[in-house]
């Protein structure tokens, strides 16, 4: 599928955090701080600029559970990344799943839903 050139730097980060998970979900009793803490700064910057991007858009969409679906893992990602338990197979199986999901999310149905608006 096509991407509105505006999205496309973003739906290629999503395709290393996915990988990143798939990492993580191989082997969640492995501590994978360094692999983590790499991606922190990077996903921190990914989840502004698409709250930035975003922002304007969100009142078009005849779907209001896109922009909260959104929000609520955008929250629940950066609370997990403050308690942050490397060594924990819960908390990175519970990490890697939820930004697994949350990529997919925007790829498969945020995304397509933003295309049709002027990003």
Not at 37 to 42: A, I, N, Y
Not at 69 to 75: C, L, Q
Request: glycine share 0%; hydrophobic share 40%.
């Amino acid at each position: 599928m096509k991407r509105h050139p505006a999205l496309i730097p973003l739906s290629q980060e999503h395709h290393h955090a996915l990988a990143l998970c798939l990492r993580i979900l191989r082997e969640p009793d492995r501590n994978h701080s360094q692999a983590i803490t790499g991606h922190l700064d990077d996903l921190e910057r990914h989840f502004a600029q698409e709250e930035q991007q975003f922002a304007p858009l969100w009142h078009k969409l005849p779907e209001p559970t896109l922009k909260q679906r959104f929000e609520t893992e955008h929250a629940r990602l950066r609370q997990l990344f403050q308690a942050a338990r490397f060594d924990d197979a819960q908390w990175n199986t519970e990490f890697a799943t939820l930004l697994r999901d949350h990529a997919r999310f925007e790829e498969r149905e945020l995304f397509p839903a933003l295309e049709q608006y002027a990003l």
